[in-house]
T-cell receptor, first 112, second 115 residues
Framework: QKEVEQNSGPLSVPEGAIASLNCTYS??????FFWYRQYSGKSPELIMF????GDKEDGRFTAQLNKASQYVSLLIRDSQPSDSATYLC????????????FGAGTRLFVKA | GAGVSQSPSNKVTEKGKDVELRCDPI?????LYWYRQSLGQGLEFLIY????????KSGLPSDRFSAERTGGSVSTLTIQRTQQEDSAVYLC?????????????FGEGSWLTVV
């Protein structure tokens, strides 16, 4: 089992719709969870992080964390063509150090 | 500097040669990470440095790969006897520390092509 798993997609949504991206992780000791966006040929950039159960909202983005079920999700409201990118889930593992493991990413296409 | 700086930005090398990739983290950041990303793939964890602690080398794919961090700042990733499968972008990142919530900031990457 991979430490961080994401559906590779591609996920295609129409402009203005809600995009839902999911991620599961295997280490129950994990403490912090991050969502990064990566455009083709560019480095990942942080969207937001979450470390408490529940929802965290930042503009059009909402991160959701459920530690009991070991999943974290990202909702993008009012999706725009400029949101088309690969979304990477990252988990900071809290046992034996604080290394951060990334999922393989989900490709999102927002159709105009 | 203002961000994570990596050099070289692009490197083409012949199979069997050694390469060194350099990373200068954000000033004051005690944690430093190396990741590898092959074309169309996710980020593969290689190694993690945190302050003066022993590095976590659990992601290094073979003994041809090594990394060091001098003076708690600049890091060098060395790949010996390069193979074609080593071709990838090598991303360095840094963060303030290992505490919960500290964000990782990435450099622009070193694109390695082994021919």
């Amino acid at each position: 089992q991979k430490e961080v798993e994401q559906n590779s997609g591609p996920l295609s949504v129409p402009e203005g719709a809600i995009a839902s991206l999911n991620c599961t992780y295997s280490d129950r000791g994990s403490q912090s969870f991050f969502w990064y966006r990566q455009y083709s040929g560019k480095s990942p950039e942080l969207i937001m992080f979450i470390y408490s159960n529940g929802d965290k909202e930042d503009g059009r983005f909402t991160a959701q964390l459920n530690k009991a079920s070991q999943y974290v999700s990202l909702l993008i409201r009012d999706s725009q063509p400029s949101d088309s990118a690969t979304y990477l889930c990252a988990v900071r593992i809290g046992t034996g150090g604080f290394k951060t493991i990334f999922g393989a990413g989900t490709r999102l296409f927002v159709k105009a | 500097g203002a961000g994570v700086s990596q050099s070289p930005s692009n490197k083409v090398t012949e199979k069997g040669k050694d390469v060194e990739l350099r990373c200068d983290p954000i000033s004051g950041h005690t944690a430093l990470y190396w990741y590898r990303q092959s074309l169309g793939q996710g980020l593969e964890f290689l190694i993690y440095f945190q302050g003066n602690s022993a590095p976590d080398k659990s992601g290094l794919p073979s003994d041809r790969f090594s990394a060091e961090r001098t003076g708690g700042s600049v890091s060098t990733l060395t790949i010996q006897r390069t193979q074609q499968e080593d071709s990838a972008v090598y991303l360095c990142a840094s963060s303030l520390g290992g505490e919960v919530g500290n964000t990782i900031y990435f450099g622009e990457g070193s694109w390695l092509t082994v021919v």
